[in-house]
Structures are given as C-alpha cells and as structure tokens.
Nanobody, 115 residues
Framework: QVQLVESGGGWVQPGGSLRLSCAVS????????MAWYRQPPGKERELVADTPIGARPDYADSVKGRFTISRDNAKNSVYLQMNNLELEDTAVYYC?????????WGQGTQVTVSS
C-alpha cells in the first residue's frame, strides 16, 4: 500500500519559516517525480515545486527564492523548506509522487500565515 504522509504544517507569522516533510512508503522516491502542491482557501490546487528524476527542481514564480524542495532517497522522503512566508502562502499543502502510470497523493497539511 502506497502512503504519503505530510507533516510540519502549522501557524506562522509573516516572514517566518516552516519545513514540511513527506514520508513515503510503498514506493521508492528514487523512481518517482516528487512535488509539492497547495490549495489556498476557495482556490484551485496549484503546483508549488517539483523535483523530477534527473532534472533540476522547479518552482512556481510566487515562491522562487523563498522555498526549497529536496529529497532524501535514503529516508524515502521529500521536504519543502519555506522561508519568508507571506499571507498568500496560506493553504493546504500536498505531497505528490508522479510515476509513468500512477500519481499518488498525501492527505495534506495545513499552513496558516497570519499576524
């Protein structure tokens, strides 16, 4: 059974930082393109950052220079370091693993940025 479990969300003031983790089981992150998505309140889900196999990470324009995606193959995990958080970063953040046939999703973790 494939499971992606996100953690690390919470409340933070503008300018603060959070580090999201995605622990993966049932598949190997080495063989999947890994990504973080988010869904702000009342809006569509959007791609935040991805780290394709054998390619450089890519980021949404709104988070470039502030967010960093990384993967730890030994721990079968993916991370999202979020710095200088803004009010507009408030959303549910989802981890995703995209393969040739299937895409797997985590259950999401809430990130709230407010003063």
């Amino acid at each position: 059974q494939v499971q992606l479990v996100e953690s690390g969300g919470g409340w933070v003031q503008p300018g603060g930082s959070l580090r999201l983790s995605c622990a993966v089981s049932g598949i190997s992150v080495i063989t999947y393109d890994m990504a973080w998505y988010r869904q702000p309140p009342g809006k569509e889900r959007e791609l935040v950052a991805d780290t394709p196999i054998g390619a450089r990470p890519d980021y949404a324009d709104s988070v470039k220079g502030r967010f960093t995606i990384s993967r730890d193959n030994a721990k079968n995990s993916v991370y999202l370091q979020m710095n200088n958080l803004e009010l507009e970063d408030t959303a549910v953040y989802y981890c995703a693993a995209a393969g040739r046939i299937n895409t797997y999703w985590g259950q999401g973790t809430q990130v709230t940025v407010s003063s």
